[in-house]
């Protein structure tokens, strides 16, 4: 009867292997999910840039009554990489109908982005948001 050698090398290296590769693919996930992840919160953060850009650009034609044309939006805290959030606005007045009231639509845009081009950063967010809002006068 012969005496197997050398088995328990064998084993411990394929276990070494196994255990090496499954290593090298949590580590690689969990690269790609950092990276997803980050971009996600830019994403959401360049949202709610946008979106205060939207509210301020509405607040403004609605006091006002009028539109300033464009804007620019600077914000602090998490949002201050979106500084200059561009705001847009174009009014447009319907004549009186039976009431004798004007209608006066504004359109507003808003647009956020943390770079001036994609190329810039890896985590570019952008993100344009659009609302349009009736205001009836005399």
Known sequence: ?????????????????????????????SINTSGSLSLSLQQARAYQAARAGLEWGIRRAVKDGACAGSGSLTLDGTLAEFSGVSVSCVATVY????????????SVDAVAQNAPTPATRPDYAYRRLHARVETSGN
């Open 95 to 106: 004549p009186a109908r039976e009431n004798g009231k004007t209608v006066t639509m504004f």
């Open 1 to 29: 009867m012969r005496r197997e050698r050398g088995f328990s090398l064998v084993a411990a290296m394929f276990v070494m292997i196994v255990v090496a590769l499954a290593v090298i693919g949590m580590a690689r996930l």
